[in-house]
Structure formats: structure tokens, C-alpha cells
């Protein structure tokens, strides 16, 4: 061995350091081997993360091809928003103009209304309501039966529940307390959809042809009692013949009261049939507007046939259209009997 190192002129010293290096250099391939496993590992790692990356752009672009089909779709939308959005502005100017239509058309008929709910809650009112009731805007939305009311009228909310019931309208002449008269109408509210939804209250005043009837009937009570006291029978036909009006007198004569009598055909009722024609056609006259007098029907009645002289008349309405005949008559039966008996004395042998 001395000889060797001695051969080989290699020092100890160097021979340390030799096998250090060689321990080194070992390790160094150790660690090289090490890192090319590494880095092939890191390479596939890299290789599975690019492939990933790849599926990930693939997604990416696949979403990014939606986006853009969405994007499209969401304009296309807009646009039909914008058309929608744009019809509907219409409608609704279209609808402000029928309700402004509608209000003016209501208060230009100058009949007060009020709308109410099912609940009989006020809704909406027009103006002309806010005289018969202490309406204001702010009570919509409260009970009727709430509202201060002009009008002498304790059934109302029992009048328009029933109206909700049935389903029929309700008419009625309601006076305030200040003597004024309305014609109150309450009517189902009905929508398009022929749904019930609520009621409609009309009123409609009506004091002025109240005052107007209330005449007309005692001028109608002075005259019919004037007609009743007259000595003569009276009645008034319609152009067919019907009786529309029979006196007390006439009453006593025919044997027939008013009641018995009204609306029956004078001619079939008490004219014997053989001279029917006659009588109608001599009554009728008066029609072409020269009055007819001295006429001279023989009439059939509980006691008998009796003979009346006539004066006729025609009867015109407030238009000057005719509407009847009215005939005064007299009690004829005895002058004709004395007349026929004075004849029969004067032919005697």
C-alpha cells in the first residue's frame, strides 16, 4: 500500500479530498436524479394544468358564445320592452282621456252619483253627490252610512244591500229635509268582464215635475169633481172607443159605475148591435174637428134602453195632437117616449 500511494503520488490529503469530491459528486447525482424527477413530475403537473387551462379557455369561450346569444336575447327583449313600454304609454294617454271623458260627461248631466264597493264604501263621486251628502275627497274609502246625508232616506244601506243580494235595481222618490225631491236609483256595478263589483247610486232631482204632478192632480181632483157634479153625463172615448172618462151622471144613466166601466168599448158595452155603426160614426165626426150636437144615440142599460142627446167634441193634448172625443149628453128617453105618444094619439081613430 505504501508502495501504491507512492506509485499513484497521491497524498493522503489528496485522497481525502478525493473521496469527498466522489461523496459529493454522488450526492450531487442524487440530487440531480432528484430534480429531473421533480421536474418531470412538474412538467406532467404543468402538462395537467395546461390541459385544464385549455378545457377551462374551451369553457370560457362556450360561455362567452352565451353571453353574447344572451346579450343578443336581452336586446331583442329591450326592444320588444321598448315597443311594449311605448303601447302601453298609448293606453294609458287613451285611458286618461275616456276617464277625463267620462267626468266631464257625468258632471255635464248634472246627476249626482256615487260609485261604492262591495263593502258599500264610497269610491268615487261625482259633483252634485257632495250637496245631497257632506262629501269630500278625503272620504273615499269610508262607509256611506258614515256620510251626513240631506236625504230623508233610513233605507238606503238596507235598500243597497239588497241590491247586492238580488241583483235588481232599486227606484225610489226620496225628499230632502229641505223639501227638495230626488229620484233615487241604485244598480249593480258591472265591469267589463260582467263581474259585480259594487253598486251605482243615481239621483236624479225631480222637485220641479214634483210640484208640477202635485198640481196636475188637484187640477185633475177640481176638474174630475167638477165633471162628477155636472148635470149632464159626460165621458171622454179614445179614438178606438174606449172610455176614459164616466161621470156620476153618466154613471146613474148607464147603470154602471166608472170602475165597471173604464176601458171598456162604450159602443160594444152599452149600443145595441144593429146601431153600432151608426152611433161610433155620428160620435166620431167630432174627430175631423166640427162639433157634433144634437146627436141622438139609443144606449142599452140596467134599466132599460134609454135615448141620450149628444154634443161632441174633440179632445187635443198640450201638442194639439187629438186624443179623444168628449161627449155631453142628456137624458133623452122621456122627450122621445112623449113625442112617439103624442104621434101615436094624433094617428088614433
Known sequence: KKRTRKESGLTP???????????????????????????????????????????????LQSTNEELTTSKEELQSLNEELQTVNAEQSVKVDELSRV????????????????????????RRFTIGADRLFKLRAGDVGRPLSDIVTDLVYEDLARDAREVLRTLVYSEKQIVTRDGRWFRVRIMPYRTLEDRIDGLVITFVEMTESRKLEEKLRASEARLSSLIDSAPDVILCLSPEGLIIEFN???ERVHGRTREQSAGQNYFQLFVPESLRGRASEGMFQALTGEPVHGLETTVTTGNGERVIRWSVNRMLDADGQVTGIMAIGSDATAVRYNLVSSKSKEISP
Open 13 to 59: 490529503a489528496d485522497m481525502a479530498q478525493s473521496a469527498e469530491l466522489e461523496w459529493e459528486l454522488q450526492n450531487t447525482r442524487k440530487e440531480l436524479q432528484l430534480s429531473r424527477e421533480e421536474m418531470q413530475t412538474s412538467q406532467e403537473e404543468l402538462k395537467a394544468t395546461n390541459e385544464e387551462l385549455q378545457s377551462t379557455n374551451e369553457e
Open 248 to 250: 156620476r151622471e153618466a
Open 99 to 122: 276617464n277625463s271623458d267620462m267626468k266631464n260627461l257625468l258632471n255635464s248631466t248634472e246627476i249626482a252619483t256615487v260609485f261604492l264597493d262591495g263593502d258599500l264604501h264610497v
